[in-house]
């Protein structure tokens, strides 16, 4: 069972539009923020990833806007690992104010050295799905 | 026969990452530019729009990630407009350096009023699928 | 004596440019960021503050850079409210990783109200100055 | 007599806020797609540069905002050198709409090598000054 990781974001101003919502690009900065703590927290530092060489590339990104946030929302996204084949990692995304749905997306990743070829996902990313902290 | 409007885009510094790549996140900016210039060209620029009540907001995005982009690069978006369907307008997009694939994706919009109801497309706005431009 | 008002944030691979060091310009947001935190902390949130008719537009910003940032560092904001004069208000920021000193800066601010007049300053924002939450 | 470069920037609805303005830490980048321009203009495109171990990252920024911009409106950035010194470059920057002056400011670069030294600045810059195209 797919362990789920939640980090709050509070919406700076920056990140309004004229319209008074949070701008349709900035949700996928949010997955990155989640993304960074959920590899921090199984204890595989994205920087500490790069410096082994490991890097993982965007290489599909998706998301559906539910509701508008606004300034100073304290948005929740909800980040689980659905799956890690051969070398891809399939993140999947929840936001929420409250217990209202915000924004859903998922992103995929492909596992990279430092040459830009493609590699097998490193071991200890299975601690992703596993929901194992190291 | 839907026509399709090229924009190009001169990527700017901020837009790198430690990567030296075009961050994820911008090129659903890049699609932003296209649209307002290719409802300009039709003759409906958007601030027109918005001061008519009509509101196109994103309801779904996407974007697959073919090759990096770099500092400098100039990057040209083809967009066309798939269909208007009810309240929905599909475009989608193609980002290319020269003749290299960089990106492509998709938005989805709904024409929306004022007061947040939706509303049936503007007729104008079939400009886009016919290609003749107002 | 002016309170200091602290703020982290943490550095987002977005932010980073192809260097490996923050852009310039994401410093502003991140001085924006830590004004939001002192002015729910004095008792001010900044969006109760738009919602009474009250607006703070920045009429001024500044910055020196000393040291570069990275991306995942933990950057503490230290603001304070150096002085409110008539209708400005002037505000002063250090960014620091751990003790090491990154950007200091400043921005100054009018107080305005919904017809963009300049308006003096609402007497609940010298609790900057004093320190003294509400 | 230095010479004064022009460039012109589309504000993309990205770069509103809930004012309906440009956020005030875009003009920092607006400030780098001039500058960018103008050394392209001289014949030292900031790829070639990079290229060749010459960076010039900015020590300090400063703006002054006179007039909001807005979504759509064309800004054309005024950039010229005022000094090469030592080993700094001081730029100064006008941005206007038509005729109005919106922002005003500057920005202060070092040259460095590849290992983070000071170095003096490469004799094509003086061409900034001197605005002769090379």
């Known amino acids: 069972?797919?362990?789920?990781?939640?980090?709050?974001?509070?919406?700076?101003?920056?990140?309004?539009?004229?319209?008074?919502?949070?701008?349709?690009?900035?949700?996928?900065?949010?997955?990155?923020?989640?993304?960074?703590?959920?590899?921090?927290?199984?204890?595989?530092?994205?920087?500490?990833?790069?410096?082994?060489?490991?890097?993982?590339?965007?290489?599909?990104?998706?998301?559906?806007?539910?509701?508008?946030a606004r300034f100073d929302d304290a948005l929740v996204v909800h980040t689980h690992c659905r799956e890690i084949r051969k070398a891809r990692l399939h993140l999947d995304y929840e936001i929420k104010r409250d217990e209202e749905l915000i924004v859903t997306g998922y992103t995929h990743h492909v596992c990279m050295d430092r040459n830009g070829n493609v590699m097998r996902p490193i071991p200890e990313l299975s601690a992703l799905i596993e929901g194992d902290p190291l």
Chains 1, 2, 3, 4 share one sequence.
């Open 1 to 68: 069972m797919p362990r789920t990781f939640q980090h709050t974001i509070r919406v700076p101003y920056a990140h309004t539009d004229q319209m008074g919502f949070v701008y349709y690009a900035h949700y996928l900065m949010y997955f990155e923020m989640a993304r960074a703590e959920l590899l921090r927290e199984v204890g595989l530092p994205y920087t500490e990833m790069e410096q082994k060489g490991v890097m993982l590339p965007v290489v599909e990104a998706h998301c559906e806007y539910k509701q508008p």
